[in-house]
């Protein structure tokens, strides 16, 4: 199976940077994504990484270390549209003969003026 | 707009009964994959389908099936309603299904069991 542990809420400033951490523990990892969800809409893609290392897009960067099992999602120059949930999601071998995008729980994130 | 369309946005209907949920993936796209998402669960993975074919399960209820249609839409049928099946559900698609590879999601169906 598949575990996936990221906090349930974070609060930050706008105009501030927002590390976002996701522990995970699968069985034949085979790539980590993080999405973004606006209450009420449908997941959008953010990053994805399978190596280890930094990947950096715009205002949004990702890292991954397989070796820990952990990632991060980096925001920076926060704005209030970055109101939204993070999900960390990790593909992984199902056991049953195929590779499985498993989700986690989110983490709420509330940008303050 | 990701390019999936998912009928219908809301359903009202009470326990016991069934209804279907229908998805268009993104043109091209040959994998439709299912995801119930619950206040208290977040995103459960639930089928993927590839090319008409079944390719992965997940935690879907023996109470629930779908299938993919030869024009690569599919249909979740959930049958037997309880009130816990309160949920909305995401049809997402990709091109073939690879590891790589990125899902987009439709707006889903939020389902109401009464």
């Known amino acids: 199976g598949q575990n996936i542990d990221q906090p349930t809420e974070m609060t930050a400033t706008e105009g501030a940077i927002v590390q976002i951490n996701c522990t995970y523990q699968t069985s034949g990892f085979n790539g980590l994504f993080w999405y973004q969800q606006h209450a009420g809409e449908a997941p959008t893609f953010l990053s994805y990484?399978?190596?280890?290392g930094l990947e950096e897009k715009g205002r949004f960067s990702s890292f991954l270390s397989r070796s820990k099992g952990y990632s991060y999602l980096l925001l920076k120059e926060l704005q209030m549209k970055d109101s939204a949930s993070y999900l960390c999601a990790v593909k992984g071998w199902s056991g049953a003969g195929s590779y499985q995008l498993t989700f986690g729980k989110g983490t709420k994130l509330s940008v303050i003026p | 707009d990701s390019g999936v369309t998912q009928t219908p946005k809301h359903l009202i209907t009470a326990t016991g009964q069934r209804v279907t949920l229908r998805c268009s993936p993104r043109?091209?796209?040959?994998?439709v994959y299912w995801y119930q998402q619950s206040l208290d669960q977040g995103l459960q993975f639930l089928i993927h389908y590839y090319n008409g074919e079944e390719r992965a399960k997940g935690n879907i209820l023996e109470r629930f099936s779908a299938q993919q249609f030869p024009d690569l839409h599919s249909e979740l049928n959930l049958s037997s309603l309880e009130l816990g099946d309160s949920a909305l559900y995401f049809c997402a698609s990709s091109l073939e299904g690879q590891s790589k590879e990125k899902l987009f999601f439709g707006s889903g169906t939020q389902l109401s069991v009464l």
């Open positions: 990484n399978v190596l280890d």
């Open positions: 043109s091209g796209d040959l994998s």
